[in-house]
T-cell receptor, first 115, second 116 residues
Framework: AQSVAQPEDQVNVAEGNPLTVKCTYS??????LFWYVQYPNRGLQFLLK??????LVKGSYGFEAEFNKSQTSFHLKKPSALVSDSALYFC?????????????FGDGTTLTVKP | DAGVIQSPRHEVTEMGQEVTLRCKPI?????LFWYRQTMMRGLELLIY????????DSGMPEDRFSAKMPNASFSTLKIQPSEPRDSAVYFC??????????????FGPGTRLTVT
């Protein structure tokens, strides 16, 4: 079984400050981990993913995420937030050791960046 | 590439009517997913296909919902009869299963369904 948790419904940061959106996961094997972003009235957009290798993954729009196997976490980060980063963020996981093609998505975290 | 294409973008219908939502995945993608998003229940996976074959339909809420994928470039999600509680945004997504972009899902713009 695979599952993911986003412990914060909402994250508020000031523009220019660093941001972190948290995600923890559970899989029986090794994880594929993903972050997606959804702007209002749009579909989800892929941001970045971790499969193997370097624990720090860089993605679109200056976002990065750090894979931590011991803590089973994959937190999304950005050094300096922009107002335009305000959106709904989803973490997702897929277990390598499965033939299933689906990912399991978290409930989402609303990020608000204030000027 | 045009991305995942969904139609219609908006659908307003009366309770009891049949509703058909359409999706064209990205060319070459071998997985296709149908999701529903509401404020109350969040993002729910309804069904997904691999190489046009339904793999898991455990998320389909009731027998009123059915989905087909007659070929690699087209899928439909049908609701018959529709009910007000079916009101939601329905997303289609597709992905590769191999290569550097494997399992990255690309979502369409969604169909906003309102059942009155």
């Amino acid at each position: 079984a695979q599952s993911v948790a986003q412990p914060e419904d909402q994250v508020n940061v000031a523009e220019g400050n660093p941001l972190t959106v948290k995600c923890t996961y559970s899989v029986s094997g090794n994880p594929y981990l993903f972050w997606y972003v959804q702007y209002p009235n749009r579909g989800l957009q892929f941001l970045l993913k971790y499969i193997t290798g370097d624990n720090l993954v860089k993605g679109s729009y200056g976002f990065e995420a750090e894979f931590n196997k011991s803590q089973t976490s994959f937190h999304l980060k950005k050094p300096s937030a922009l107002v335009s980063d305000s959106a709904l963020y989803f973490c997702a996981v897929r277990d390598w050791n499965t033939n299933a093609g689906k990912s399991t998505f978290g409930d989402g975290t609303t990020l608000t960046v204030k000027p | 590439d045009a991305g995942v294409i969904q139609s219609p973008r908006h659908e307003v219908t009366e309770m009891g009517q049949e509703v058909t939502l359409r999706c064209k995945p990205i060319s070459g993608h071998d997985y296709l997913f149908w999701y529903r998003q509401t404020m109350m229940r969040g993002l729910e996976l309804l069904i997904y296909f691999n190489n046009n074959v339904p793999i898991d339909d455990s998320g389909m809420p009731e027998d009123r919902f059915s989905a087909k994928m007659p070929n690699a470039s087209f899928s439909t999600l049908k609701i018959q009869p529709s009910e007000p509680r079916d009101s939601a945004v329905y997303f289609c997504a597709s992905s590769f299963s191999t290569g550097s972009r494997s399992y990255e899902q690309y979502f369409g713009p969604g169909t906003r369904l309102t059942v009155t």
